[in-house]
């Protein structure tokens, strides 16, 4: 397997997919945005850095993120292939990644568009829940966990997201228009966009992914 491009906007599933992906086919999920939570949790100076724009529904600046991208797929585990989630959300970043790959000698195989009604989005960014302990999402009507406000695989509790509060949702929204929904043009002459339809079950849209995939 190569490496896969997740693209989509805030509460497309980009996550709840890439940790099914995972978990089937042994490949890491590269989230910016779990990473960046990451550092921002543990004070680091990136995390310091990060967290202003994150809060305000902002884009961290292409450089900071590309710097972290390029390290993380220099590790060893991404040699059978990687999840991009949440990367790239610029023309320079997806500019950086092609030659990040080359460099690498790694080669992006499909970018995998996912395709939401907008109204659907704010539901579902509305009623998150992510575990504390091992990242896992749930949602409070549409991916209910079986104890209120305790994660099924590790017992952990759940919190909703510092950004998922509708006035911070709106501009994320507003942040993927304007300056991410342009990579689909940016990868359009290459062959490799696959939109995949991200409304209704979970499980029916990961078994149309892995259909493209295969
Ligand atoms: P990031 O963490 O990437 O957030 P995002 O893009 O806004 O995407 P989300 O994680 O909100 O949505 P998702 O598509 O993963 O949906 P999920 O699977 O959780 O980025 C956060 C911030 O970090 C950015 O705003 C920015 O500041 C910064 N950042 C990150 N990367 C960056 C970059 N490259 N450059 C610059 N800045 C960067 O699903 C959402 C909910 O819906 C869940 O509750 C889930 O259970 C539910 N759900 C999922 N699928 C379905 C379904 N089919 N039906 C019903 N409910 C569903
Ligand atoms: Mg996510
Ligand atoms: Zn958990």
Redesign the pocket.
Known sequence: MMGII?L????????????KLTEEFGIPQI???????AAVKSGTELGLT?KS??D???????E??IGI?KERLALADCGKGFIL??????IP?AQALDRAAAELGKEIGFVLS?E?DPV??M???C????CTGCGA???????VPKAEGRCDKCGAPLVQ?D??KEE??R??LD??NRS?APLLDYYKGTGKIRTVM?????D??YRSIVGILR
């Open positions: 997740l989509g906007p805030p509460g497309a599933g980009k996550g709840t997919q890439a940790k989230s910016t945005g779990d990473m960046l939570r990060a724009f994150m305000a529904g902002g884009l961290v600046p292409d900071v993120v991208v989630d949440g990367f790239p959300r610029t970043q996912l939401v659907e989005l539901e579902r960014l009623g998150r829940r992510t999402m749930y949602h409070v009507k549409f991916n997201r950004d998922d911070t949702i501009k994320r942040n993927y991410t991200a409304s209704g079950d979970i029916a849209i």
